[in-house]
């Protein structure tokens, strides 16, 4: 499979003419690294066979990481549009590391935006190379969609904080070197870089998933544990509006990562549906698998459509929270339809073997993490009804 | 130490096509950097960390083949050399003779490296053909190099042995995919080699006659198979006794 399809090459062509060859160069490079590297293992990984730590560490040493951020912090300067696309590649070679990359990468945005001169300057160009792994740490037992609610607590202490409480569904725990934590100060929900070797955090045992299974989630707990004030990312009480700023983008790269699974499905279902066949022929030439066919590969484009746009006002500093969403909520959504429609056109084989049924159980993780689709509509309908008024 | 390597832009073997007769598409066929130029490319970058100097990529080829060349470059080629050539698909006749000429304008080179054979068609008879025209040493099927100042070690690798030889420089080795593990350039290394300085050589300036075919493509087939599609019917004792006998009409075996 040709990760970096001549398809989706014609379209960042149209976008971005001027710069193509060079973005051209970057996704192409990617593209090898991960069809060679990744894509190969990626059953291995949802199996359990392999852990996909050192090709992710791998594939940031490579760059992905550091394609949106200023040259400034180590990164590469390019359009966040082509990070976006980088993602897409992953999501496809293998969405777990995608998953991974993807909530490292939203912290690393998150410590560039809101975070001080020293947090930039020291944790930017470790975090960029994949010398260390980041993790996200927003969601709590009893607090989801509800962020605002955050119960564990940050108390003022000596020389900065304690923290006490539990977070839970966190991606690369147990695995990453530092977490960005949202914990209620007197002044409400606030954000802090806490390093996983500090006495006082403690990881779960890694939850039994549906799908993303190469990576790792747990709970993250924290007891007693001191948090030097310099570690306080911002202002106290602004977490949640950086947290909500961190997802904005993020959502804009789940929605690549989706696209991405769904051209895995989607590429396999094609190789099939010619070489199938049916009542003396190949199972392609029946109309309602063309229908499937049509739905998948128009869905698909429209997704990669929607987070191109999304990414470009997002380049262009021009609201995007709103395309963002819709992005997500529609890239997250096709690609369940895209994965679905693909099991069912390879019949029994598609129930019942691991690496057909795989994007599909993938991809069921995004309507819901990063925030939910039912969320993020009300989140659509409400910018919208704001802009028409 | 100077070194030169020699890169194709051959064509990506995994993105060919076939006519139904089986014949392979090379019109507007993908194109990539031969797969084991990767090694020839990695051999030349640790020779130059090991006793320092600088390595150039030349290439020989259309456009495209420029790719390749940047390719090698952001692996960490210091310059390039592009002869822009009419593709063809086989010939080393020429190929070798612009070659050879190309590097002779571009410097004086210790050591010019090249892969055992391209990705896509292998012969393997460039190398060779470059050396005899310079008048420098070959040594083909390199496995293992070891270079000094004024002689390189290595190991042949050939079919059922291992040969250690020494040659003096000037030389020419192929490498054979077994050399090395070739790096992967970063995204940074890939930005800053179109940074990076190549010359372009026309090829008609470097060749006065037109370079002769040595070599004449009859046809070109892909490989395939005839099955005999034999079925063995019975129980499985009678199926046993029944494979036997086929294999040992067919030659497998002889019991």
């Known amino acids: 499979m040709q990760l970096f399809s001549s398809e989706h090459q014609s379209m960042l062509k149209s976008f971005r003419p001027s710069d193509y060859p060079e973005h051209m160069e970057v996704l192409s490079s990617l593209g090898s690294f991960m069809e060679s590297e990744l894509l190969p293992r990626s059953s291995r990984f949802d199996s359990g066979q392999e852990s996909i730590a050192p090709y992710r560490r791998r594939l940031m040493e490579h760059g992905i990481c550091a394609i949106p951020f200023p040259r400034e912090h180590g990164g590469l300067g390019l359009p966040f549009l082509i990070y976006a696309s980088a993602i897409e590649l992953l999501g496809a070679a293998d969405a777990s590391t995608a998953l991974s990359v993807e909530i490292h990468n939203a912290v690393a945005e998150g410590i560039m935006r809101f975070g001080s001169d020293e947090q930039r300057s020291g944790l930017l160009p470790l975090l960029l190379s994949g010398k260390k792994l980041a993790s996200f740490a927003l969601t709590e037992p009893a607090s989801g969609s509800d962020a605002r609610t955050v119960r564990t607590l940050a108390e003022r202490s000596g020389k900065g904080f304690t923290l006490n409480g539990s977070k839970t569904f966190i991606t690369n725990a147990g695995e990453a070197d530092l977490y960005m934590v949202f914990a209620r100060t007197g002044r409400g929900p606030s954000c802090f870089i806490v390093e996983a070797s500090s006495p006082g955090v403690s990881v779960g045992t890694p939850m039994l998933k549906l799908g993303m299974r190469g990576s790792r989630t747990a709970e993250v707990s924290f007891r007693d544990c001191e948090v030097p004030m310099e570690n306080l990312v911002g202002a106290e009480g602004e977490g949640i509006d950086y947290a909500t700023a961190i997802l904005h983008g993020a959502r804009i790269v789940v929605a690549a990562l989706n696209v991405g699974i769904a051209r895995l499905a989607y590429d396999g279902v094609m190789r099939y549906s010619k070489t199938r066949t049916a009542f003396e022929k190949p199972i392609s030439e029946f109309q309602l698998v063309r229908e499937k066919i049509a739905d998948m590969k128009t869905g698909i484009n429209a997704g990669r459509l929607l987070y191109y746009y999304a990414s470009c006002l997002k380049e262009n500093g021009q609201d995007y929270s709103s395309e963002a969403a819709q992005a997500k909520v529609f890239a997250t959504e096709m690609s369940l339809r895209v994965c679905d429609s693909a099991i069912q056109l390879y019949g029994g084989y598609g129930y019942t073997t691991e690496d057909l049924h795989r994007p599909w159980r993938d991809a069921r993780l995004l309507t819901i993490g990063e925030g939910t689709s039912e969320i993020l509509r009300l989140l659509i309908a409400s910018r919208e009804l704001a802009r028409a008024s | ?255």
Not at chain 2, 86 to 104: D, F, I, Q, V
């Open chain 2, 1 to 255: 130490m100077n070194v030169a390597v020699c890169v194709k832009h051959a064509v990506d073997e995994g993105e060919l096509r076939f006519d139904p007769a089986g014949r392979p598409l090379i019109e507007g066929a993908a194109g990539k950097m031969g797969a084991f130029d990767k090694n020839a490319v990695e051999a030349a970058l640790r020779v130059r960390s090991e006793v320092g100097g600088e390595v150039v990529g030349v290439t020989v080829g259309g456009a495209d083949a420029r790719k390749s060349l940047k390719e090698a470059l952001a692996m960490g080629a210091d310059r390039g050399v592009h002869v822009l050539d009419e593709p063809h698909l086989l010939n080393p006749s020429r190929t070798s003779a612009l070659l050879a000429a190309s590097l002779r304008e571009a410097g004086q080179f210790d050591l010019v490296l090249c892969a055992e054979g391209s990705s896509d068609t292998y012969s393997g008879l460039v190398p060779p053909m470059v050396a005899e025209r310079l008048g420098y040493a070959y040594v083909g099927y390199a496995r293992k190099l070891g270079v000094t100042a004024s002689e390189v070690r290595a190991e042949r690798s050939l079919e059922e042995s291992i040969e250690s030889v020494a040659s003096p420089l000037p030389a020419v080795i192929s490498v054979v995919s077994e050399a090395n593990e070739p790096r992967y350039p970063t995204l940074i290394q890939i930005m800053q080699a179109s940074k990076k300085p190549v010359a372009e050589v026309r090829a008609q300036d470097l060749l006065s006659a037109g370079g002769t075919h040595s070599v004449t493509i009859g046809s070109m087939f892909a490989h395939s198979t005839d099955r005999k599609r034999i079925f063995l019917e019975g129980t499985t004792d009678e199926a046993a006794a029944k494979l036997v006998d086929a294999l040992r009409k067919e030659g497998v075996i002889s019991v």
